[in-house]
């Protein structure tokens, strides 16, 4: 049987770290624990960011489906395969085919084991199984003005459900829009866990003009006394980052300091996505319309793994 896996190990892992801004971090035994914790509390998102596909016949598919009374899980047919993520897999385990799950305890030996036994793993069999790594952080990054987009993985098999995994750095206003592309998934960094250790502001280099035409738009030229109002602006920053550490060092909850950081500031996120709504980002991402921050991203991401238009399918 022809099958593909994206993902390992560690990536659900990096998934997961994320949420401290750790996520370039490795630490064999603490990272087998963090999955079994991962498990045994239900934080399954990190999971999402793990593909299978295999090929099947519309039937087979059909034949999967019919079996699932469970309609949180997505399982995808595309160009001849299946596809479903690593937490749609664990959660119809029992229906999968044979070979599809040898494969998947070969490439995820660790959750495997973790999900096989329902959490209940001691430390000392953690330590005896094997544990999958990503190859490198990231296999390509590009910048733009605002930050950086890093692309983790693809599993391309000329299909619209080709999977993608990013790892972007980029102002909260534009991490906003992004997520509201919701076919896909997301782990990001979280301000209730992690305070001054990752703590960046993107200034732009010169505050644009609104334009006159379009309500939501910008001109891009510097407005006349621009670079006043970007001195007040990073001094407003500045005495933002005092009053958030005035805060911590007194014992206040990071999940209320965050409160005064403002949207300038920089998040990170893991977001894997299938070819058909990253076309779809590409589409309406690059389009002029667009903010300037965000365009940018979108126009790297297309010079890393290009548009298929297949975004066209749909009407609406
Ligand atoms: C220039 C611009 C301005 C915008 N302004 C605003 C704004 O002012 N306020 C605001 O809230 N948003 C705004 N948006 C966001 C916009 O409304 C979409 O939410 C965003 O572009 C994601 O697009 P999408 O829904 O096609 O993508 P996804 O959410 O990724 O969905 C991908 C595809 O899956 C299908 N799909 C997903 N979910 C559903 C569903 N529940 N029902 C049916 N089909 C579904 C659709 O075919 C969709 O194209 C703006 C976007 C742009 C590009």
């Known amino acids: 049987m022809e099958i593909h896996l994206m993902g390992s190990d560690q990536r659900v892992v990096r998934c997961a770290r994320v949420s401290f801004a750790r996520d370039e971090k490795t630490d064999e035994l603490r990272d087998k624990r963090l ?35 469970n309609p949180s899980v997505q399982v995808y047919y595309s160009g001849g395969y299946i596809f479903l993520n690593l937490r749609n897999a664990v959660n119809v385990w029992e229906k999968l085919p044979d070979e599809v799950r040898k494969k998947l305890k070969e490439r995820f030996p660790t959750t495997h084991l973790i999900v096989e036994r329902r959490g209940r793993v001691s430390d000392e069999e953690l ?4 544990y999958t790594r990503d190859a490198s952080f990231v296999k390509e990054k590009l910048e733009t003005s605002s930050g950086w987009v890093g692309l983790v993985d693809k599993l391309e098999l000329g299909t619209d459900m080709d999977y993608y995994t990013f790892v972007v750095e980029c102002p909260l206003f534009v991490a906003r829009q992004w997520m509201r592309h919701r076919f896909g998934s997301y782990n990001e960094v979280s301000k209730r866990y992690v305070g001054t250790e ?20 910008s001109v891009d030229e510097p407005i006349t006394n621009s670079k006043e109002l970007l001195s007040r602006v990073k001094e407003l920053i500045s005495n933002a980052v005092e009053l958030y550490e005035e805060i911590i060092n007194s ?27 990253l076309d779809n980002f590409i ?16 126009l790297r991401i297309k010079e890393m793994v290009g548009y298929r238009g297949t975004d066209k399918k749909n009407l609406l």
């Open 35 to 69: 999955i079994r914790y991962l498990f045994s509390h239900k934080h399954a998102s990190p999971f999402e960011h793990n593909v299978i596909a295999y090929r099947a016949d519309k039937d087979e598919w059909l034949s999967l489906i019919s079996q699932i009374d």
């Open 198 to 217: 990752f703590l960046e502001f993107y200034i732009p280099p010169y505050i644009r003009k609104q334009a006159k035409t379009n309500k939501q738009a």
């Open 251 to 277: 014992g206040g909850a990071k999940e209320l300091a965050r409160g005064v950081l403002p949207q300038f500031m920089k998040t990170r996120f893991y977001w894997t996505v299938p070819r058909i709504s």
């Open 283 to 298: 589409t309406l991402r690059t389009h002029e319309g667009a903010q300037k921050e965000i365009r940018e991203f979108a």
């Open 127 to 130: 330590f005896g199984v094997p």
